[in-house]
């Protein structure tokens, strides 16, 4: 590690920084979500779904996919740049694969149900299905979130390590 040059270091600090403020900006979307859009759709479903549908509908699918196309690519800069510094790769890369990790469960798991909350105008006799799918939906969310802010919270120590790296 003793033959990388400043130029090097700087590139690599400013990924690992770029990144983990994304991860933070995103943190920040999906608590607000979370926090203030989840329980207002999730409140009585099907009759509190309206906020989901229709023209004037709440559809965060395309802030989403923007948002995290945005920041996987910076994360992958990141490792790229941070490529030659063990710790700082090994870390990533453990964070990366947890971080990929929950999104295949969101593709898999979230998105679909999401489409499926946003297509159900009225249920008669699958009520009590419909409520145990949303309120598991819920939870199993506030799982996700934790998890991304978990990773976002292992990005500080490495943007530390990589701090001390560019001082010495």
């Known amino acids: 590690m003793h033959l ?3 130029d090097y270091l700087s590139r690599a600090e400013l990924w690992l920084f770029i990144t983990t403020g994304m991860y933070f900006l995103m943190n920040g979307a999906q608590i607000f979500e979370t926090a203030v859009l989840v329980p207002a759709w999730s409140a009585a479903p099907p009759e509190s779904f309206p906020m989901l549908q229709g023209k004037y509908g709440i559809d965060l699918k395309t802030f989403w996919i923007v948002i995290h196309s945005i920041h996987e690519l910076t994360f992958i800069a ?3 740049f941070c490529w030659k ?3 700082i790769r090994t870390g990533l890369l453990i964070l990366f694969a947890v971080h990929f990790g929950v999104r ?3 593709i898999l798991y979230f998105a679909p149900n999401m489409m499926d909350f946003q297509k159900i105008t009225s249920v008669t006799d699958t009520a009590a299905d419909l409520i145990q ?10 799982i996700r979130v934790g998890i991304f802010i978990a990773v976002s919270i292992g990005l500080i120590p ?3 390590k990589m701090m001390h790296l560019h001082i010495k």
């Open 78 to 80: 990141a490792l790229v």
């Open 133 to 142: 799918r949303v309120n598991q939906w819920r939870v199993l969310n506030y």
């Open 4 to 6: 990388l040059t400043a």
């Open 85 to 87: 510094i063990e710790p």
């Open 104 to 106: 295949i469960w969101t």
């Open 158 to 160: 490495l943007c530390i």
